[in-house]
């Protein structure tokens, strides 16, 4: 179910699987993979298409050199740049021989300065110029040809990463880095985490995998995956007839410091409406005396509540008060199911022994750091965190003993164990306040619901991805969509995946 895999690993699948194939094979497979892909991008007359093929120093160029050959021979106008490797390297015998294809081939090489490549109308850009094997930002001539191909206005196809790309992390390799803006990428052997968080949403386009054949028996289990409902959708439920609102659950959202009462408002109406049976909004300060939007809310000052009594979503608006800390403290200390967002993560990053309760806890965690609170827990920075989110992410699990869901593009989940996940819905639509308020809402409602944490936490991001792309489709979005509105969308997007998964 959609495995990725770091470079370390993929190396050595490439490295087992090699030993068993003719020499070149791999690559020529790569090659092939690539033109199909091309193709599948060109108008069907190819005569037509003109194609600039990017080739660099590396394998990576030995990909696109094939590619170039293949996409000559259906009659395409095939341009190549071709970069050679630096004084002193030495070309892999399988580049030779795609050098050589292409050199025999219908392909025109050109000059990388020629300055006929900015004014040409391209069908296709092919990026063959780095892959795995990227070690440093990308500068001189190439740099400068990448900055020229990401003006143009034409299909970009990046072979295995986009150039510029860290495919482990998804950074642009820095400071100061390009990469290649792709449109599209063919991935080889096994998918890469690196094209799916951070910038790789940006850089990387619409993502493919091509396998190249390789015997499943080289592949070692994966420890990291992209999100699928397949991985929570036993745990939607159709609802009983026989059942009444004690059966789905009670919560509690603690939050909501005076001049911020909107955050845990927004969070228990996201529960009531993702099906919990009874919510509570309380207030840390001056409470609500109710939410006249949604009157089903309990609106109660939070040291009047019984905190055993209901999964508690505490951080919302929470602030930083000593009221604040005391109720963080007795929610660590209760027995409730418990996830914490926004403040709560503040509050917990300044205080190493609520820390410890916490990892200690017997009921479920779960914590919903943004990149800034990851970085306050971890005692970092934001770069430090979004330069590798799958350790920050992991490392934090491990720390407290929790599902962490590191949220940004690419929102990354972690398990104590290691596990990870990166989730595939969601949008920049997502990128205004509140929204992180709603996924606190409706990861609680789920956890209140009895859905086990790490299920919950994987189901609540990919709806509240998925409710954004909806409304994006709708053109309630990019632009100006609100936390509110993705409510009802969350709403009708779990009612769906109900009707379809559940019996
Ligand atoms: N092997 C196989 O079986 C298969 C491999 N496959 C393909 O090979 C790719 C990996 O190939 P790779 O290891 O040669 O690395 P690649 O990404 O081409 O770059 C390395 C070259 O770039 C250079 N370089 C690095 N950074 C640089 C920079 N910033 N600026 C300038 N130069 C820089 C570096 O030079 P050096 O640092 O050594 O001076 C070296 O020359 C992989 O992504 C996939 O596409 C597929 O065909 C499947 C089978
Ligand atoms: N560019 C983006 N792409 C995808 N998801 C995003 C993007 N920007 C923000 N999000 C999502 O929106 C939510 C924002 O949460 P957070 O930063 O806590 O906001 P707030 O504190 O205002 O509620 C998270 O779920 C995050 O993953
Ligand atoms: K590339």
């Avoid at 990428?185 to 790789?200: A, E, Q, S, V, Y």
């Avoid at 990128?431 to 996924?439: K, M, P, R, S, Y």
């Avoid at 189901?459 to 969509?481: F, N, Q, R, Y």
Wanted: hydrophobic letters at 50%; a negative charge.
């Amino acid at each position: 179910m959609n495995p990725l895999y770091t470079v370390a690993e993929i190396r050595a699948v490439e490295y087992a699987a090699a030993a068993t194939l003719p020499p070149g094979a791999l690559m020529q497979r790569a090659g092939q993979a690539a033109a199909n892909a091309a193709l599948d991008l060109l108008p069907l007359s190819t005569a037509q298409a003109r194609v600039l093929v990017l080739a660099g120093p590396g394998d990576n160029g030995g990909d696109a050199l094939e590619a170039a050959a293949h996409l000559s021979y259906t009659g395409a106008q095939v341009t190549l740049i071709h970069f050679a490797p630096a004084e002193g390297r030495v070309s892999s015998d399988e580049r030779q021989a795609a050098l050589q294809r292409a050199k025999v081939s219908d392909a025109r090489f050109r000059e990388v300065a020629d300055a006929s490549i900015a004014a040409t109308e391209w069908n296709l850009v092919i990026d063959g110029l780095f892959g795995i094997g990227l070690k440093r930002p990308l500068d001189g001539a190439v740099r400068a040809l990448v900055e020229t191909v990401n003006q143009l206005r034409c299909n970009v196809l990046a072979l295995d990463v986009p150039s510029g790309l860290d495919a482990d992390s998804g950074c642009v390799v820095g400071p100061d880095g390009v990469a290649v803006h792709a449109t599209h990428t063919i991935t080889f052997i096994g998918n890469k985490p690196g094209l799916h968080t951070c910038d790789g949403r940006d850089y990387a386009g619409l993502v493919d995998v091509a396998r190249l054949e390789i015997d499943a028996s080289h592949f070692a289990p994966a420890s990291l995956h992209l999100n699928d409902v397949k991985f929570f959708s036993r745990h939607l439920q159709a609802r009983r007839h026989n059942s009444h609102k004690g059966s789905y659950g009670n919560v509690a959202v603690i939050g909501g410091a005076r001049g911020m009462s909107g955050a845990p408002i927004l969070a228990a109406r996201t529960a009531i409406n993702s099906g919990v049976g009874r919510v509570y909004a309380l207030f840390v300060e001056d409470a609500l005396p109710c939410d006249p939007g949604q009157p089903e809310l309990m609106c109660r000052s939070a040291g009047d509540f019984e905190l055993n009594t209901a999964t508690l979503v505490i951080g919302p608006g929470l602030g930083d008060s000593s009221a604040a800390h005391a109720l963080l403290d007795q929610a660590i200390a209760s027995d409730s199911v418990l996830l914490a967002d926004a403040d709560a993560i503040n509050l917990l990053a300044g205080d190493a022994a609520l820390q410890t309760r916490l990892a200690q806890r017997q009921a479920a965690v779960v914590l919903t750091p943004h990149p800034l609170e990851a970085a306050r827990l971890l005692g970092s920075s934001i770069g430090a965190v979004q330069a590798d989110r799958l350790a920050a992410a992991r490392t934090l699990a491990a720390r407290l003993q929790a599902i962490v869901v590191l949220k940004g593009s690419g929102t990354v989940i972690a398990a104590p164990d290691g596990k990870a996940v990166i989730n595939t819905t969601g949008n920049p639509a997502l990128a205004t306040a509140g929204t992180g308020d709603v996924l606190a809402g409706l990861c609680g409602a789920l956890l209140a619901q009895g859905w086990p944490q790490w299920e919950a936490a994987l189901a609540a991001v990919w709806l509240h991805g998925m409710a954004a792309d909806v409304l994006v489709t709708e053109g309630c979005g990019p632009i100006g969509l609100t936390a509110a509105e993705l409510i009802p969308a969350i709403r009708t997007a779990l009612n769906r995946m109900v009707q379809h998964h559940a019996r």
